[in-house]
């Protein structure tokens, strides 16, 4: 049997695991791997390769890195590598119908979300944040529109109280890629019928801000925990500690709800069991926790040097 012939599109680290997964299954011939062009990264702004660049390159694939996906020349290049079917898996950039329309079966692409909640930038990051009890992958045919194209097929998965956004973030990328593999064959033979996605539910996941992260202690407990866990790690959690010199940036890693409520951002007691802090309703127990500058300590490790006391506060900026 003759391989599918693919041109994988992708830039994040969500990508690489499809990507392999294509790459080394017999059924699919990767062609080539098309991600976002080296963008300069840390103090000395040294040129640095996507993810999926990366990969790519390890897996003796040639790699293409357009500046724009819509570059007619670029165009031109993929249709003449004459692919059967592309696959778009964080690229970065919304395609145009000109390239969609490049491959005789179109484009597909591996989505984290269960849609059509959750279209754009950040779908894993707001449903940990919402408090949502379950999130998934979805496997759509791609329209020139953002994440509206008709549903191939979806996959479930509950979000559980130990995942934050890196961990759901690395279970998603795999029941992606294996969604995808088992997707694909049926897709091509005709066998699937794709659907609509419905007209109502769609909501926006937008983009991260470093904002996002600064805790408001006036939210419920259950709120900021969910929050906590969606950014972490990044941007991260952070809050202001009242100080007589100046507020004190504390980066906060864990915490956990607890059965007990105080005036919204003080301290109702610390000790080596952690730092329990009012919240609008309830409390939470803050276990890890970091200065700036210094290092991710357990709230037991963090009083020995720096003991807070109740009555303390956390204000809410500097």
Sequence with gaps: MTPLRIIFMGTAELSCASLEILATNPTFQVLAVVTQPDK???????????????????????VLQPLKARDENFIAELRALKPDLMVVVAYGQIL??????????????????????????????????????????T??????????GPILSTRRTPILPTDDSQVLHD???????ELLVATIP???????????????????????KKEDGQIDWNSPAQKIWSRLRAFTPWPGAFAFLQTEAKPQLLKIWK????????????????????????????????????????????????????????????????
């Design 40 to 62: 300069p990264k840390g103090r000395d702004l040294k040129l640095t390769p996507s993810p999926v660049k990366v990969l790519g390159e390890k897996l003796n694939l040639p």
């Design 96 to 137: 145009p119908q000109t390239l969609l329309d490049v491959p005789p079966h179109g484009c597909l692409n591996v989505h984290t979300s269960l849609l059509p909640k959750y279209r754009g930038a950040a779908p894993i990051q707001w449903a940990i944040a919402d408090g949502e009890p379950e999130t998934g992958v």
């Design 139 to 148: 496997i759509m045919q791609m329209d020139a529109g953002l994440d509206t």
């Design 171 to 177: 279970r998603l990328a795999q029941l992606g890629a």
């Design 186 to 208: 049926d897709y091509v033979a005709g066998k699937i019928s794709p659907q609509p996605q419905p007209a109502t539910g769609s909501t926006y996941a937008a983009k991260i």
């Design 255 to 318: 915490v956990e709800p607890v059965e007990k409520s105080g005036r919204a951002g003080e301290i109702l007691s610390a000790d080596k069991s952690g730092i329990v802090v009012g919240c609008g309703a309830g409390a939470l127990r803050i276990l890890e926790l970091q200065r700036e500058g210094g290092k991710r300590l357990s709230a037991e490790q963090f009083l020995i040097g720096h003991p807070l006391k109740a009555g303390q506060k956390f204000v809410s900026a500097i």
